[in-house]
C-alpha cells in the first residue's frame, strides 16, 4: 500500500479534523514547547492547512513572520486561504529535505507530525538545523503508532488493520530513534516529552475518534470496514476507548 498523499481531498478531511478539540490542545502544547516572543521569525515544516500559522501571528506580532512550508500544493493553497490579508504569513510549495529559505533565517522552527513522513529524516534535520539561526530553538512532534491502543472483540483483525494503516507513513515509530538523530545532526539540549491523546469519545473532537474513519477509508478492506463498524457499535454502547502517546521533542541549534 502506498504512503498517503495529501491530495485536496485529504487535506480537506485533515482540516475538519484540525478544528477538533484534541488537535487545538496539541497546537497548544506545541505552541508552549516553542514559546514564541513577538518580533521572532518562525518556520513550520509541513504546515498542512496552515492552522498554527494564524495563531502563531497573534503570538509573534506585526514586527515577526511565520514561515510555512509543505511539499503537498494542496496543504498550501488552503494554508494561503487561511491567512488571506495577514501580511506577516508567507507560504512555500517545498520538500523539508531542501527548504526554499536563508541559512540561520529564523529564531524558532517546528515540525509537526511530518518527519514520521519524510524519507531521510536526517537530512530534514540537516535543513531544519541549517534555516536556524545560532542558539535557535526547534520543536518536533511525531506520534508513535506502536502506541495505539483500542478496545476489540477480535485483536487479530485490529493488528491486521492497524498494520496495514502503518504503511500510510514512512516511520510508524519515529519517536524511538528521534533525539538520538536530533543529537547527530548537531542539535544541542535535547529534551523529550509524551502527551498521552487518550479518549472514550467518537467524534471529530478527538484524535481517536477522528482516526476510526480515516483508517476504515485508508485501508479500504471490508476487514477494515468490519473493524470500524464495530468501534462504532462500542461508541453507541458508551464503550468507545482509544489512547496513543505523541512526542514533543525540543532542541537549540549550536551557538
Ligand atoms: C499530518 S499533516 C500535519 C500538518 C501540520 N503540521 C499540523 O500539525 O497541523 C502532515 C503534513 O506533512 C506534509 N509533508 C509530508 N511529507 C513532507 C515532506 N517531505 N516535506 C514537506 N512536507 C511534507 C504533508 O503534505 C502534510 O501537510
Known sequence: MAQLEFGEGIVRQLEQAYRGRDMARRRGLVRAALGAEPGDRILDVGCGPGFFELELAAEVGAGGSVTGVDLSAASVAVAKQRSAGH???????????????????FDRAFSVQVLEYVPDVD????????????????????????????????????????????????????????????????????????????????????????????????????????????????????AFYFACLQFCFTAEAPR
Request: overall charge negative; cysteine-free.
Open 87 to 105: 501580511q506577516n504569513l508567507e507560504f512555500h510549495e517545498a520538500d523539508a529535505t531542501a527548504l526554499p529559505v536563508a541559512d540561520g533565517a
Open 123 to 238: 537530512a530534514a534535520l540537516r535543513e531544519l538545523r541549517r534555516a536556524l539561526r545560532p542558539g535557535g530553538r526547534l520543536v518536533v512532534w511525531d506520534v508513535d503508532w506502536a502506541t495505539v491502543s483500542m478496545r476489540t472483540e477480535d485483536e487479530a483483525r485490529m493488528e491486521r488493520v492497524l498494520a496495514a494503516w502503518d504503511a500510510h507513513l514512512t516511520h510508524p515509530s519515529l519517536p524511538r530513534r528521534l533525539g538520538a538523530l536530533m543529537r547527530a545532526a548537531g542539535f544541542e539540549e535535547v529534551g523529550m516529552d509524551a502527551h498521552p491523546f487518550a479518549t472514550n469519545e467518537l467524534s471529530g473532537e478527538t484524535y481517536g475518534g477522528f482516526l476510526v474513519p480515516f483508517v476504515e477509508q485508508f485501508v479500504g478492506t471490508d476487514e477494515a470496514t468490519a473493524w470500524a463498524d464495530e468501534q462504532r457499535a462500542l461508541a453507541e454502547a458508551g
